[in-house]
């Protein structure tokens, strides 16, 4: 892998504020109720599906508080300040099963329902920190992108930080000799430097050691790869086979070292982990005999790279629908190679962004031999979405192509020196 390459991978780290129902609420109706903190995220789970977006059952959409208040077929569904006499609460809370809302599964939990009666007493106030369409629909950045590098001497990074710096009237400040290889050390190594060598180091009197400490530390390749393989070990989901109860799981250690040891390019590095040999426990019996040739020829060379695929949630003995290796691939691919998070919308429609379902359980049927169903916060929808890349306008993967080939253009098309997002 080219180390500081330009084109580092697009790890995007998604912090959720997952914001749980309030059981004050119930107690104390006159607490002022969130519309963006508490109300969004309960809606969401129980009524987007048919009333969010371009879905509007019945005519109703929950989509802007305009929307809510002009109501459905039959009328306004809510009376601001009038819970009790509101449609909205009353088919949340009836026990006619051919009104209640949501018509399937358990129903609003008592403090939940609390929740969005003190809302709608309390005038139905929207306090939406960003329109709903500007945060969803925010557009990709598809295009590939360098630095601007500020013209002088020393290297890139030196030079675009000290305009950084100049341009804040910083002054970059003078470290002791220990100070600095200590930093060092831990940059590029992972690791402090022993008593020994950092006394060796204060003690040379050569102008040039600092440069050269630092060249010598790039140039300790097995130190370089010790220390990434935390870091990537993270990412790509490598550990011990101890989860569930099934011997499928295959760890990458082995194969990962090896990569970081011998500097492997970043494309093949991830080419190989996308279009690594899918074992055959994994595939049906026309797979193996119709499709096993085709995919030996997928492979850049033979590896044991297929643990990234599989994940650790392949050891479970009966794994709920988004707990499927082929989906787990997806959502991994997506944050780690593409900066997006599709865990979200692996059950749901994403409320936060602009993945769905069909985008999600798409990708993942590109590890699939026939599609998978697409399963709704642990209910099956029937739905079977096509193998399909998440960006459309920069390729195509053929769904009724072998899986191997469908691997192999995934592959391709994250690569690609024209996808900005890799």
């Known amino acids: 892998m080219t180390r500081f390459s330009s084109r580092a991978p697009a790890v995007a780290l998604v912090l959720l504020a997952a914001v749980a129902s309030r059981p004050a609420r119930a107690s104390d109706p006159a607490a002022a109720v969130s519309y963006a903190k508490d109300v969004k995220v309960i809606l969401a789970h129980n009524c987007y599906e048919c009333h969010a977006k371009d879905k509007k059952k019945g005519a109703f959409s929950l989509n802007s508080r305009e929307l809510v208040l002009k109501g459905g077929e039959n009328g306004p569904n809510v009376v601001p300040g009038k819970a009790d006499e509101s449609d909205l609460i009353k088919r949340l809370t009836t026990d006619d099963e051919d009104l209640r809302m949501p018509p399937k599964g358990p129903g609003l939990k008592p403090a939940e329902v609390a929740v969005l009666k003190a809302w709608v007493d309390q005038g139905l106030k929207w306090d939406e ?10 557009p990709q950045n598809l295009k590939p992108r360098k630095p601007t590098v500020p013209p002088g001497e ?10 950084y710096l100049t341009a804040n009237g910083v002054k970059p400040g003078v470290v002791g000799d220990e100070v600095f290889a200590r930093r060092v050390y831990l940059d590029i190594v992972g690791l402090p430097p022993t008593p020994a060598q950092l006394a060796a180091f204060a003690a040379d009197a050569s102008a040039d050691k ?13 130190a370089y ?16 086979k101890d ?21 492997k390019p970043y494309d093949r590095f991830v ?18 005999s119709g499709q096993e040739k085709d995919r030996q020829k997928a492979l850049t060379d033979p590896n044991d790279a297929e643990g990234f695929l599989l994940g650790q949630l392949s050891g479970l003995e009966r794994p709920r629908g988004d707990q499927a290796w082929q989906v787990q691939a997806a959502q991994n691919i997506g944050q780690v190679f593409l900066g997006v998070q599709l865990k979200c919308a692996t059950c749901h429609d994403s409320f936060i962004d602009q993945w769905t379902m069909r985008d999600a359980w798409s990708l993942a049927n590109v590890f699939a031999n026939d599609p998978l169903e697409a399963v709704r916060c642990e209910q099956p929808t029937g739905k079977r979405f096509e193998a399909r890349f998440l960006y459309p306008d920069m ?28």
């Open 129 to 138: 920190i960003t329109p709903a369409d500007i945060a969803t629909r925010r």
């Open 225 to 240: 790869a010790d220390h990434w393989m935390t870091f990537w070990q993270d990412h790509l989901r490598d550990g011990k």
């Open 243 to 263: 989860i569930g109860t099934t011997d499928i799981f295959k760890p990458v250690t082995g194969w990962l070292h090896h990569a970081l040891l011998t500097n």
């Open 395 to 422: 390729g195509s993967i053929d769904p009724k192509a072998p899986v191997a080939e469908r691997q192999r253009k995934l592959a391709e098309l994250l690569t690609s020196p024209q996808n900005g997002r890799f």
């Open 271 to 288: 080419a190989e982990l996308v279009t690594a040999k899918i074992p055959k426990d994994q595939m049906t019996e026309a797979e193996i």
């Open 154 to 163: 020393g290297p890139p990074v030196d030079r675009i930080l000290s305009a």
């Open 210 to 222: 600092r440069r050269a400490l630092v060249r010598a530390l790039l140039a300790d390749d097995k």
